[in-house]
């Protein structure tokens, strides 16, 4: 009996070092192990990336596709596609950020929107969490689904606010809020990050489920490219 109770009090005062421990970590160390864990010293090697999947409004009951193409060292193009219903292309060619799209035409972006835009065109930002947040603050620890997270507040590189969520196991980024510039002001976005699987050292979630003004997308990456030859000419402001 006296060696089961010695069992069970080292137990519990071997998961109170571990909580201190945890606790004591601060908001960049947290972002330093998930930035390490997620593959960013690869990534930062790299080139192009282009992403391609599917995208599902579920409520909707609407699916089309999208497309993401980047190229270091800060240009861009998303494309989206639904049919009878949107046809969408973003870009940023590293001066110019422009929209075309089937509901507002071509137009070329400003303020906010650009910045935003401009921001998620700079590679390094995916793989350098101090390029893309200032001031990270641990605000303590929440859940995720069934998962433990840490919960980060910040604000984004572009001024806006922003909160993290972070496996306190794997270091994942399980969940992101943040303010979204739209031509119709800032929405709140809520985005789950699932299912993350290792293309060339690099962690990526495949499945991407975004909430904001009461809708649900689900985004589905089918592939993933690096260090494909991109032309210049396809992040630049279409003509017409």
Known sequence: ???????????????????????????????????????????RTL???????????????????????FKAPNKVLIKQSIPNALE??????????????????????????????????????FSNWRKQYRNPK????????????????ATTAYGTKATLYIDTKSFRLLRSDSEVATPQGSVQVSSLM???RKVDGILYPSRIRQSLAGMEMIVQVQQ??????LSDSIFRKPRQ
């Open 1 to 43: 009996m006296k060696r089961r109770t010695f069992t069970v009090v080292g137990l519990a005062i071997g998961l109170l070092t571990t909580t201190v421990v945890a606790q004591r970590m601060s908001a960049e160390q947290i972002l330093d192990r998930a930035e390490s864990v997620s593959g960013a010293a690869k990534a």
């Open 47 to 69: 080139k192009t990336v282009v992403l391609k999947g599917t995208i599902q409004m579920t409520a909707q009951n609407l699916k089309g596709t999208m497309e993401l193409y």
């Open 88 to 125: 969408q292309a973003s870009g940023f060619d590293g001066k110019v950020g422009w929209e075309k799209s089937n509901l507002t035409g071509i137009r070329e972006l400003k303020g906010q929107e650009l910045e935003q835009l401009k921001s998620s065109a700079d590679l390094n930002n």
């Open 138 to 153: 641990l605000r303590g620890t929440d859940k995720v689904g069934t998962a433990s997270v840490y919960v980060i507040d």
């Open 194 to 196: 699932e299912d993350y």
């Open 224 to 229: 993933i490219r690096h260090n494909v030859p």
